[in-house]
């Protein structure tokens, strides 16, 4: 709709970009635009702070227009019966399919089901298999007979195989990239690979059967644009096994699949899930074959997910699901909310079924199809990555492909360069995560969770990409204050000492107790009277001076003397020290925290401080 369609603004002249920048230039007052208003992604992308809408684009085709996604619950008890009660619950209350995690699987999360013939037979009991649920498999080395297993479940059903909606999840390279294949060389594996594919499509099975999972990726720490090249560079390997397997390409691309993970980044988040149609539809056009909608399947990230306070987690899966959902996904498994602590309880696993059931049916957004389509950010974003995902996938397929790129370390390397400035941004709350590096919650309760013990881990290669969560660092640390707590009865403390009045010390006193606390280092503040005293009398080891610039010129040096005549083994200054360096330094002043600071590296030193004593 144009401004000429609204009578009511007619009178008005459309605004222009250059009207705009120059409101845009009196707030900033000087600063500089893009220090102040423009992003820059892990994949070197610039997120401007406006777009205009593109006119020039389509539609992409994902899921048929009006269609739902599919709304899928993980199942990845050990014990086949509970296993087959929480899938059943699923299904019967809200989820239309199920994703069985086998044992060590991508993603596994130190959860998987039993793969015996018997125990698959008892988790699909009652499960009708034959009635549109689709079943979706991640699969694993010593899993590898599960498909039989399955088909065995089939025939002795005495169902049709091709009424049975069964992703296999065949994916040989991802179990490489993740450290747990075979030593074999993908030379040898290819035809093993296209021999078993073949085999159930033989049955009747109409797959698909082999996924390309960049989860791996993620999971890695990885930036969009390499999980797309590599998701690229796994499908066509498989594409070319089957062919030279004598599948026809028409037919084996059939037999191909997706998955991503999807994390809180909605804008990107989406764009990553569009990107990836169209860069397989140019794989198709290329292999002079008219593209058709792949399906993409979407896990929630786990790398996203924390230990502290885990209420934000639900959070951070509404807006991954709410993202994957609107990039077209065909299927969304959310992660409930404690997986990061271990097996989740039916709570848990309701509240993950029922984000996605409130998304879906009171939010309505399966209605419309593809409604990023003409977004100027969100096509621009989807542009970009293509272009930069396919410069990574043709570095791919120069090296050999993808699974000598993996032999190689290429793309270990590539990844691990990103997870370094993932981390670094982490650690200095550049990428904050609420609840933990921000706004913690030292008191929180304990989540319930199932007490299963985590199965053992197999032994992966060296060259295996690493599984994280980039709330590990600061969950150490908060870990090391509830020992302390549980051996002596208190937890690590800092005494905050508020200089002037209340307006000079709030907001470095706020900055400095979330700062602190990040680290398990409760925070106990003093105002006015005799600090010294107040400082031997808190129990505390460390001493933080918290206020403005223009009372740290009067007061700062005085009390460092005094906090450290004190006791305190380390003092610390809330902000810049600017021209007063060399004065707070010789006063006792020992570090300084502020925005922007390396508040991991800060806090890891204070424990060795403490741990060292006076």
């Not at 930036?223 to 599948?247: D, K």
């Not at 370390?409 to 360069?417: F, N, P, T």
């Not at 503040?525 to 610039?549: T, V």
Request: aromatic letters at 8%.
């Amino acid at each position: 709709m144009s401004v000429t369609d609204l009578p009511l603004a007619s009178e008005f002249p459309p605004a222009t970009r250059e009207q705009w920048l120059k409101l845009v230039d009196g707030v900033l007052k000087g600063a500089p635009f893009e220090k102040k208003l423009v992003n820059t992604t892990y994949d070197g992308l610039r997120i401007e702070p406006l777009y205009e809408r593109r006119a020039d684009v389509h539609v992409l085709t994902g899921r048929a227009p009006g269609a739902p996604w599919q709304i899928m619950a993980r199942v990845d008890h050990p014990d086949p019966k509970e296993a087959n009660t929480q899938a059943l619950e699923d299904l019967e209350n809200g989820a239309n399919g199920l994703v069985l995690v086998c044992p060590g699987a991508i993603g596994a999360a130190g959860f998987g089901i039993d793969t015996s013939a018997g125990g698959l037979a008892r988790i699909l009991d009652g499960v009708y298999l034959d009635a549109g649920a689709p079943i979706e498999f991640v699969l694993t080395r010593d899993a590898k007979d599960v498909p039989a297993h399955v088909a065995t479940i089939v025939k002795t059903r005495k169902l049709d195989p091709a009424a049975c909606d069964l992703r296999i999840g065949f994916d040989p390279i991802g179990l490489m990239a993740a450290g747990s294949s075979t030593p074999m060389p993908w030379s040898e594996i290819a035809p093993l690979f296209a021999r078993m594919t073949r085999t159930l499509s033989d049955e009747g099975f109409r797959g698909p059967f082999a996924t390309a999972d960049a989860r791996v990726i993620h999971n890695a720490g990885g930036s969009e644009a390499q999980e797309l090249a590599y998701a690229l560079s796994v499908a066509i390997a498989y594409w070319r096994a089957l062919e030279a397997g004598g599948v026809a390409l028409d037919e084996a691309r059939r037999m191909l699949f997706f998955r991503l993970s999807a994390d809180a980044d909605q804008f990107l988040t989406m764009a990553k899930f569009r990107a990836l149609r169209k860069l397989w539809a140019r794989v198709e056009e290329a292999s002079g074959l008219a593209p058709q909608p792949a399906f993409v399947s979407a896990e929630t990230a786990w790398r996203m997910m924390t230990q502290r306070d885990p209420y934000v987690n639900m959070l951070r899966v509404t807006i991954a699901a709410f993202a994957a959902a609107l990039g077209g996904a065909n299927a969304v498994t959310v992660l409930p909310f404690t997986a990061a602590l271990g097996l989740p309880d039916g709570f848990a696993r309701r509240v993950a079924r029922n984000t996605q059931l409130i998304l879906l049916e009171e939010s309505n957004l399966g209605k419309v199809m593809d409604p990023a389509a003409g977004s100027g950010g969100i096509e621009t974003l989807t542009d970009e990555l293509c272009r930069t995902a396919w410069t990574l996938f043709q570095g791919i397929e120069k090296s050999g492909g993808i699974a000598a790129a993996l032999e190689s370390g290429l793309i270990q390397k590539q990844v691990a360069e990103t997870r370094t400035a993932r981390e670094k941004a982490v650690a200095t709350r550049r990428d904050p995560l609420t609840g933990t590096s921000e706004f913690p919650h030292l008191s929180e309760s304990a989540v319930n969770v199932l007490q299963v013990a985590p199965q053992t881990s197999q032994s992966l290669s060296e060259k295996a990409l690493p599984c994280i969560r980039l709330a590990e660092p600061f969950e150490a640390l908060r870990n090391a204050s509830d020992a302390i707590l549980k051996a002596t009865g208190a937890r690590p403390k800092v005494f905050l000492a508020l200089l002037g009045t209340p307006a000079d010390t709030i907001a470095r006193a706020t900055f400095a107790k979330n700062f602190f606390e990040a680290g398990g280092i409760e925070a106990f503040e003093f105002a006015g009277g005799d600090l010294a005293a107040a400082f031997r009398q808190s129990g505390a080891s460390l001493a933080c001076l918290c206020s403005s610039d223009e009372v740290y010129a009067r007061e700062a040096a005085d009390a460092a003397r005094a906090l450290s005549a004190a006791g305190a083994q380390h003092i610390y200054l809330a902000g810049r020290p600017g021209d007063l360096a060399d004065t707070l330094k010789h006063a006792g002043v020992q570090t300084y925290v502020f925005a922007g600071c390396d508040a991991l590296a800060t806090l890891q030193a204070a424990y060795e401080s403490l741990r060292k004593g006076p």
